[in-house]
Every structure is written in structure tokens, then in C-alpha cells.
């Protein structure tokens, strides 16, 4: 049986394709994005880390008080509020990323 090479290169396109077991997967590499935020983004940079501090800190209380998390609960079952603390720092994290920083 013939030994096939690790590494071609097709001349027709250009790309060159690496050898994953049976088949050749194009070797595709992304080239790295550098874009300076410039100096507007420099000067709203600490603005903004402070607004997603208080608005996730804000949404993680707002989110404790409506499903009723209790210190009562902290005590007497510690991983389930642990479990429950950890959704909703989850979901308060998501919230704060599409409002504040995705939205820019």
C-alpha cells in the first residue's frame, strides 16, 4: 500500500491540505485582526468596564430577589445555592455583554 504524503499543495486553487487520517482537510488559517480602538475607545474603555460592573452587580441582586435567594438557603444547602448563584451570575453576564458590549 502506498505511504501518502502529510502535506499537498493544489496548484488549480492555491490551498494547500493536511492529511487527518483517510482524508485531506484544507490547512485554512485566519489571519489575525489587529484594529486599534483608536482614542475614543481608549478614553470610554474605563467608562465602560464601569457601567458593566454596576449593571451586573445591579441585575445579580435584581435576579436574587426575584427568585427568592435567601441566606437561609446559603446555610442550609450550600450547592444548590452555589448552583443557583452560578446561573445567575451566567445569565446577568449575558445580559450585561448584549446590552453594553455587543451593541458598540
Do not use: C, F
Amino acid at each position: 500500500m502506498n505511504k501518502l504524503k502529510s502535506r499537498i499543495h493544489d496548484d488549480s486553487n492555491g490551498l494547500d491540505y493536511e492529511l487527518m487520517g483517510d482524508y485531506y482537510i484544507p490547512a485554512l488559517e485566519v489571519p489575525e485582526e489587529h484594529r486599534p480602538i483608536g482614542r475614543w475607545g481608549r478614553l470610554s474603555k474605563p467608562d465602560l468596564n464601569e457601567q458593566a460592573e454596576s449593571r451586573l452587580e445591579t441585575i445579580i441582586r435584581q435576579m436574587k430577589e426575584a427568585e427568592g435567594m435567601r441566606d437561609e438557603l446559603k446555610t442550609s444547602e450550600q450547592l444548590v445555592w452555589v448552583q443557583r448563584m452560578n446561573n445567575i451570575r451566567n445569565r446577568a453576564e449575558e445580559i450585561v455583554l448584549t446590552e453594553l458590549i455587543y451593541t458598540i
